[in-house]
């Protein structure tokens, strides 16, 4: 194996049927909201193709947090997010989601059952995925008022009525 290939695994992981990689560089052409969402739609067939080796606890948080994600992608595209924030959701989808998972699966199956010490550590791990991700969801909506708010400020300063008249009244 050449030397790059295996600095590219250390940090890419395999790409296994199983587990394909989320790290896929953008295609030309390819927005960074465009290459977000298609990274979330390969983690999307990666969990589902692992779905029989998953249990039903990281299966239905895992779907709850693509639900999530999908929403963030929307909102950080509409809204034009920080750079802060985009980056937050580019490592969710490519590193803190993919890395854990692929840890999971390698696990014996014996040790991936409903009630194992894995399962459950990686379903509070998920859990604190979902809060980071609803708090994400949280700045951008403030950030989508505070600039509403902003606008209104603006529009009411150059269209209120002057408040002095010609002849010095107000």
Do not use: C, W
């Not at 999530?68 to 802060?84: D, G, K, P, W, Y």
């Not at 014996?110 to 609803?134: C, D, K, M, V, W």
Request: aromatic share 4%; glycine share 6%; no cysteine.
């Amino acid at each position: 194996m050449a030397f790059g290939k295996f600095v590219d695994s250390l940090f890419k992981g395999p790409a296994t049927p199983e587990m394909p990689s989320v790290l896929a560089e953008p295609r030309a052409a390819e927005s960074e909201d465009e290459a977000t969402a298609r990274a979330l739609d390969l983690l999307r067939t990666a969990v589902r193709s692992a779905g029989g080796e998953l249990p039903t606890l990281l299966s239905s948080r895992l779907a709850q947090i693509d639900d999530l994600l999908r929403v963030v992608i929307e909102m950080v595209a509409a809204q034009n997010a920080s750079t802060e924030q985009r980056v937050l959701l580019d490592a969710m989808i490519r590193d803190y989601l993919p890395t854990p998972l692929r840890s999971f699966l390698a696990l014996p199956e014996g040790e991936r059952t409903n009630t194992s010490a894995a399962t459950l550590q990686f379903s509070a791990q998920l859990g604190i995925l979902e809060e980071t991700i609803n708090d994400l969801l949280n700045q951008i909506r403030i950030g989508a008022i505070a600039e509403l708010s902003t606008h209104g400020r603006f529009l009411a300063d150059k269209f209120a009525a002057p408040s002095l008249t010609l002849d010095g009244r107000s």
